[in-house]
């Protein structure tokens, strides 16, 4: 009993109207797209729309959002509408300034202030700053100061002299005189006033002698302790002359110092940095008093010649003061110094310096108290930015770290600012791909992005629909400023949307692929001086894109009709069938037949796919062949051994084969190899099988029927050209008008099968031949050839394995037979 699929006969082909969901323009209300208003939201992203507001809302660690979907389905606007209405709402985060850490000057303190009060204290040191460099050095040019200064001077001095007068007082006691000389002071004996000469001096007695030496002695003592206070005496002048500066600075300093501080005493962090700048610049007052220069420019930085007010300018790292609500960041570049900052450095007198001023903000910082926007692929292509950017929503804080310091490529000495806390929500942008591949891999990622806005690719084809789309249309083609579309226009782009998404009953919601459409209709009808967007101008523009992008198509089509590529269209042959592929060369698709060829012998029940012998075969295909070589077996075989041998080949392909849409062409291929019934050329086929020979539905199958009739119209239509589609597929129709219009006229047909046997019947025009009631088949009909082949092959297959049997038994082997001698040619 054969299990065979039961057919209801031979499908008629299908009707004209069957082809083409054309759009109704009775339904169509208007008369262009002026008369319709503005389209609110997205279309056809009522979920993603859910998503995204609930994860734009909720307030909770991890809840960051994965907004994903091809490009040009609107995610970027529909996110940017969504934001800024959330932002609106949010309070205005604060700034953040870095300013000088006195007492660890490679760690810069960060401060937090109000919005705008940021920009204030900067101004407010930046003026300070400026009043002080004038202030303090008039002020230490001042007669008091200069007075104060003498003052100390004198005493310090006369403390001096005074020593010396009083050694010298002494030592003329004693007839001995302090000289001053330009090497120091010196003693000598005197006699009436006078340098006694060393002639004279030796002619004194010897106790004399000793006396003056002993007297000498004990004044070199004295002057030598004198001398060894001078350095002590020095030390103390400095000290109160640095006393007298500190005093002199606090004139200077703590009038405005209080000001300031009275300005923002509602702000603990800012006093307390304002009472360390007030110790510094008292302790620094020496420092204060030589730096008189004017600031210079350096690459737009202000410095001045001396560091010592640098330190008191502060870094205004984020200012919030203009913004308004929250902030909403997308930075184009998300490098790793882009998203967590940077510390710059500058070229100053022959070295790279920097200090808390040149540190640089990221879009992490700019993004504190609001949302950050990132595309996914951008993030992920960058060195160590994805990394930093989960390291920042880990801990709520966000480093500024060098990454050659990081990688421990570099050992110069840095800066170490503090880290700055944010709150921010992140969004992610990126395809679908992506998002599961970071889902599979990185547990962190599942951690951080709770939420995902998926974003669809089509929607429902209904009366509703079509009436938002060509709102959508009337929207686009304002905000392009575009002519108006007339109702025909919008009819032709309605049913463009649903050929591009290969559905007469869906629409496709990718507004990039309908705007350019829109785009260069446009443009092919102001150059006709048109006043609205038509159909025809519509089909001009299709017409024009597929001409640009079609020389890969012209040429194999010409290759084909030349028979260089043998394809045939008219005849029948055995074991041979048109299929049909698909190439894809950027955004151009296309398809064309292929030659698909099987044959048999007697065999071990195997099928071999030769592409995938030569590695030119996908998993898919293989698939596919081994799914036929499943129903062949079940069907035909199931109480005998399948001793057939098969072989199935793609002709004239030279790479890689992948997909099952040629499967059941394979399929009956094979069987017409088996049943040695042949096939019509002039019918192709596309269809996946399966294990029962149900036909399955495939992709690009306007495409594909296109592809064929493009080279059946060329070498000339007769009526009995077509092509073989599954049933399921129908309602995917979205043809061409011109093979429409060839099917109307009865040149050319589309039939829509169920199943292996409906196929079999229209290719060969013999009865699949259904079971009886014993599950006995018609003579003569496709599935008695065939099982009527196989039970041939697995006779000769059991007679050749019996005598091989009783060959082994009895060790003997068939003698071979006596070739005749060839004949041999005589020489003339």
Known sequence: MLPVVVSDGVPAPLPAEKLYGRCDLDSLKFKTTADLPDLPGILGQDRAIEAADFGLAIPREGYNLFVMGPSGTGKRSLITSLLDKAAAERPTPGDWVYVHNFEQPHKPRAIRLPAGRGKELKADMQRLMEDLLTAIPALFESDEYRSRVDQVENEFSEREAAALR?????????????????????????????????????????????????????????????????????????????????????????????????????????????????????????????????????????????????????????????????????????????????????????????????????????????????????????????????????????????????????????????????????????????????????????????????????????????????????????????????????????????????????????????????????????????EAVSADAIQAALDARERRTGRVRQRLQEEILRETVNVQTGGQWVGQINGLSVIQLGDSRFAHPTRITATVRLGEGEVIDIAREVNLGGSIHSKGVLTLSSFLATRYANNLPLSLSASLVFEQTYGMVEGDSASMAELCALLSAISDVPIKQAIAMTGSVDQYGHMQAIGAVNEKIEGFFDICRARGLDGSHGVIIPQANVKHLMLRSDVVDACGKGQFHIWPVNNVDEAMELLTGVPAGLPDAEGVVPEGSINYLVAARLIQFSSLHQLFAGKAAVARKTGTRAKPKKRAATPTRKRG
């Open 166 to 530: 009083e050694l010298g007082a002494e030592a003329e006691k004693q007839n001995i005189a302090l000289l001053r000389t330009p090497s120091g002071f010196g003693l000598a004996p005197v006699k009436n006033g006078e340098v006694i000469a060393p002639d004279e001096f030796e002619k004194l007695t010897d106790k004399e002698k000793k006396r003056i030496a002993q007297v000498m002695e004990d004044l070199h003592d004295r002057l030598h302790k004198i001398i060894r206070q001078a350095p002590q005496w020095l030390r103390e002048k400095k000290e109160r002359i640095r006393a007298l500066n500190r005093e002199f600075s606090m004139l200077a300093v703590s009038h405005q110092i209080s000001e300031l501080q009275e300005k923002y005493r509602d702000l603990a962090e800012v006093c307390a940095y304002l009472d360390a700048v007030q110790r510094d610049m008292i302790d620094s007052a020496d420092e204060l008093r030589k730096a008189q220069e004017a600031p210079v420019q350096v690459m737009g930085i202000t410095l001045t010649a001396q560091p010592t007010f640098r330190r008191y300018q502060v870094n205004l790292l984020i200012d919030n003061g203009a913004t308004r609500g929250a902030p909403v960041v997308w930075p184009d570049h998300p490098s790793y110094p882009n998203l967590v900052g940077r510390i710059e450095h500058i070229e100053h007198l022959g070295a790279l310096v920097t200090d808390f001023s040149l540190i640089k903000s990221g879009a992490l910082h700019q993004a504190d108290g609001g949302y950050l926007v990132l595309d996914a692929h951008k993030l992920l292509i960058q060195p160590y930015a994805y990394e930093a950017l989960k390291r920042t929503l880990r801990s709520h804080q966000v480093r500024i770290d060098s990454l050659g310091q990081m990688l421990g490529l570099a050992h110069t000495v840095s800066l170490e600012p503090q880290p700055i806390p944010i709150d921010c929500k992140v969004v992610l942008l990126g395809e679908r791909l992506l998002y599961y591949l970071l889902y599979e891999y990185d547990p962190e990622f599942r951690e951080l992005f709770k939420v995902v806005a998926d974003f669809e690719d089509e929607m429902p084809r209904s009366e509703e629909s079509v009436q938002h789309y060509c709102r959508l249309v009337a929207t686009l083609g304002r905000k392009e400023g575009l002519l108006p579309f007339d109702r025909a226009a919008c009819a032709h782009l309605v049913e463009q949307a649903a050929r591009e998404v290969e559905d007469g009953e869906r629409l496709s919601t990718n507004m990039q692929n309908l705007l350019d459409l829109m785009r260069e209709a446009d443009h092919l009808a102001r150059g006709e001086q048109h």
